[in-house]
C-alpha cells in the first residue's frame, strides 16, 4: 500500500484547523475560554481532522491501485482484473467503464494479433513475390518468395528502404518508377524478362492500397496514395513449357511432312504411269517404308501422349525379370540375325519379382534392344542382363536392374542429358535411315518414372553404351 500520509494531505488538514483554532486562540487570549479548552479542542480537532483523511486517503490508494493494475495489464495486452468494491459512487461507476473498455481495447488487440498471425501465414505460404510500399516507395511489407525473388537475406529488415533499389533489374525498376508515379490510383500490369538476378519472365502487378471507407483515406491521404501492392509471379516455368510444346508441334511437323511428301510425290509419278516395271516396284517400297515409318510414329506418338496424360494407368503385377529379360530378348533375336550381331542375354539367379507393368516393361526392354542392335555395326555385340542392385545406391531401397550393353558407336557426352527429349537425335539423317522416331528414349523415361525408377545412360564414342534401367523391389 502507498504512503497514507502525504505532505500535501497534513496541509489540507492543518489549512482547515488553521481558522477555528486562530479563533479558538483569539477567545483563549481575550479570557473568554480557558486555554485549557483551547488546547483540548485543538488536539482533538487536529485527531478527528487525521482520521477522516486517512480514510479518505486509504480509499483513494486503492482505487490508484486499481487503476494502475489495469494499466499494466493492458500494456501487456491481457484483460483487466475485474474485483471492484461494491460502491455506487460516481468514481465507482467511471472504474466500471474504464473496465469495460479496456475489455473492448484487449479483445480487438487480440482480433487483430489473429488476423495479423492469419495475414502473415497467407503471405508466407504465397509462391508469388509480394512487396508492400508506403510513402514514397519505402518497403512496408515483403515476404519469403520475394525475397528469394531479389536474391535478399532471409531475416534482415528491408523496411523503409526504396523497392526500385531492392530489385536490382533496369526494366523493373522502370515499372516500379512508372507505377507509383502514376498518381491516377489505377491497377497496372505487365509482363517482363527480366535479367538480374536471375533470367526471369515475371508477370508484375501493382495495385494502389484503397482505404474502405472515404473518411479515413481522407484523413491518410498522404501515407495512402503512396501506399503499393506489388504482387511478382514468375512465369519462366510456364513459358519454357509453351517454348518445349512450340518446339515440339515444329519438329513433329517436320517429322510427318517428310515421309508424307515422299509418299505423295512416289504414289503421284506412279499414277501418271512409270514404263519400267522394276522402277515401278522400288517406288511402291518406298512408299511401303515411308507410310510404315508414318505409322511407327503415331503409334510413338500415341504411347507417349498416353503416358503423358495418364490415360491407360500401369497394371502392376509381380513380374519376374528373367522372363521379362528372355521375352524381349526372343522377339529381337531375328532382327539381331539379320543385323549381324550377337545378342547375349544373362540373369542372376533366384531374383524377386517386381511389381511392373507387363507390356510397359515389354516396351523398355524391347526399345533399348532395339537402339543396341540399330547402333552398333555388323560383327558387334549386344548383351542384356539382369540383376538384383541398389543396396548402396538408391538410397538403400532394394530392386533390380536391367542392363543393356553394346559394343556399337557410342554416343557423344554432350547429347546423352539430352537423349531423352521428345525427337532428340545425335544423328537425325541415320537415325530416319534406320527407321527411328526419335521418341523410343523418351518414352522408356516415362514409363521408367511411372514405376519410380531411375534410367542411366553411359557411352564411350566408339567403343559403346550401356543403358541401365532400375525399378524399385516393391511398389512405392
Ligand atoms: N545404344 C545406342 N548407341 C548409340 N546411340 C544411341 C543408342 N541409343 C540411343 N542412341 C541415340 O539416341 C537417339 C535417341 O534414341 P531414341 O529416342 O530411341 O530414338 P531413335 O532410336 O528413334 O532414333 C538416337 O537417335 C541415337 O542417336
Ligand atoms: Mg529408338
Given amino acids: 500500500m502507498g504512503k497514507l500520509f502525504t505532505p500535501r494531505l497534513l496541509a489540507v488538514v492543518a489549512l482547515s484547523l488553521a481558522p477555528p483554532a486562530a479563533a479558538l486562540v483569539v477567545l483563549g487570549a481575550a479570557g473568554s475560554i480557558s486555554f485549557v479548552w483551547v488546547t483540548l479542542v485543538i488536539v482533538l480537532g487536529l485527531v478527528a481532522g487525521s482520521l477522516v483523511a486517512t480514510s479518505v486517503a486509504r480509499v483513494s490508494v486503492l482505487r490508484a491501485e486499481r487503476l494502475d493494475a489495469v494499466a499494466q495489464a493492458l500494456a501487456h495486452r491481457q484483460p483487466p482484473s475485474h474485483l471492484l468494491p461494491a460502491e ?39 509462391t508469388e513475390a509480394v512487396v508492400v510500399t508506403g510513402r514514397r516507395g519505402g518497403v512496408v ?23 526500385v533499389e531492392l530489385c536490382r533489374d533496369p526494366r ?49 491521404s498522404a501515407e495512402m496514395n503512396a501506399a503499393w501492392v506489388f504482387v511478382f509471379h514468375d512465369l519462366t516455368q510456364l513459358k519454357s513449357y509453351e517454348t518445349v510444346r512450340a518446339d515440339f508441334i515444329a ?52 504411347s507417349l501422349s498416353d503416358l503423358e496424360r495418364g490415360l ?22 531375328e532382327q539381331a540375325r539379320r543385323a549381324g550381331i550377337t545378342l547375349e542375354v544373362k540373369s542372376a539367379p533366384d531374383l524377386q519379382a517386381i511389381p511392373a507393368d507387363h507390356d510397359r516393361m515389354q516396351q523398355v526392354m524391347l526399345n533399348l534392344l532395339d537402339n543396341a542392335l540399330k547402333y552398333t555395326p555388323r560383327g558387334g555385340k549386344v548383351a542384356a542382363e539382369t540383376r538384383a542392385a541398389g543396396i548402396a545406391v538408391n538410397g538403400g531401397k532394394p530392386g533390380v536392374e536391367f542392363v543393356v550393353a553394346d559394343t556399337g558407336e557410342g ?16 544423328d537425325r539423317a541415320r537415325s530416319r535411315e534406320l527407321g527411328g522416331t526419335g521418341l523410343g528414349l523418351a518414352i522408356v523415361k516415362h514409363i ?10 553411359e557411352s564411350r564414342l566408339r567403343e559403346g553404351t550401356t543403358v541401365t534401367v532400375w525399378f524399385p523391389a516393391t511398389r512405392p
Fill in 448 to 457: 521408367v518414372q511411372l514405376h519410380q525408377g531411375k534410367l542411366r545412360i
Fill in 411 to 426: 554416343i557423344p557426352a554432350a547429347d546423352i542429358p539430352r537423349l531423352t527429349e521428345r525427337f532428340y537425335r545425335v
Fill in 172 to 220: 523493373l525498376q522502370e515499372f516500379v518508377a512508372r507505377a507509383t508515379s502514376s498518381g491516377g490510383g489505377e491497377v497496372m500490369s505487365s509482363e517482363i524478362l527480366i535479367q538480374n538476378p536471375a533470367e526471369r519472365y515475371l508477370q508484375v502487378t501493382a495495385a494502389p492500397v484503397r482505404h474502405p471507407d472515404g473518411a479515413g483515406a481522407a484523413n491518410h
Fill in 88 to 126: 455506487r459512487d460516481l468514481m465507482s461507476r467511471v472504474e466500471h467503464r474504464l473496465l469495460e473498455a479496456a475489455d473492448a481495447i484487449t479483445a480487438e488487440v487480440h482480433m487483430l494479433d489473429e488476423q495479423r498471425d492469419e495475414f502473415e501465414a497467407i503471405l508466407r505460404s504465397m
Fill in 251 to 302: 519438329s513433329l511437323t517436320h517429322e510427318l511432312r517428310t515421309p508424307l511428301s515422299a509418299v505423295c510425290g512416289y504414289a503421284e509419278t506412279l499414277a501418271q504411269g512409270v514404263d519400267d516395271p522394276e522402277t515401278g516396284r522400288r517406288f511402291l517400297g518406298i512408299i511401303e517404308r515411308q507410310s510404315r515409318r508414318l505409322s511407327r510414329l503415331i503409334d510413338d506418338l500415341i
Fill in 141 to 163: 511489407l515483403l515476404n519469403g518468395a520475394a525475397r528469394q525473388m531479389f536474391e535478399l537475406a532471409p531475416a534482415a529488415n528491408y523496411g523503409g528502404r526504396d523497392l
Fill in 312 to 333: 491407360t494407368p500401369l497394371k502392376f503385377e509381380p513380374l519376374e525379370p528373367r522372363r521379362v529379360l528372355e521375352e524381349a530378348a526372343e522377339l529381337m533375336r
